[in-house]
Nanobody, 122 residues
């Protein structure tokens, strides 16, 4: 079993910054792609940023709406993935979910965290 636990959400004024963290725990054999998704009220869940596994060069990908403002990173030794969010806008407000492709003894599966709320308002 694998668990993903997000932290770091909260309230911030427009233009501010937050850093989200996601910790993976459990019977982890290896980690592949990891990502942050977000879902605003009344909208579908969307990809905010992703980072590939080491074998894929840890290349990153961002939604156009967050490019140059958000940075995704990972620490494989600690089973962590981070999302640094700068210059936050009201439209960035959403529940942010960690997503990871992780291998246990039974093979690779896709896991989701429970989400962390980000509120951007003055």
């Amino acid at each position: 079993q694998v668990q993903l636990v997000e932290s770091g959400g909260g309230w911030v004024q427009p233009g501010g910054s937050l850093r989200l963290s996601c910790a993976a725990s459990g019977s982890i054999v290896s980690r592949d792609d990891m990502a942050w998704y977000r879902q605003a009220p009344g909208k579908e869940r969307e990809l905010a940023a992703s980072i590939a596994g080491i074998v894929s060069g840890s290349r990153t990908n961002y939604a156009d709406s967050v490019k140059c403002r958000f940075t995704i990173s990972r620490d494989n030794a600690k089973n962590m993935v981070y999302l640094q969010m700068n210059s936050l806008k009201p439209e960035d407000a959403a529940v942010y979910y960690c997503n990871a492709k992780i291998a246990t003894a039974g093979g690779f599966s896709l896991y989701w965290g429970q989400g962390t709320q980000v509120t951007v308002s003055s």
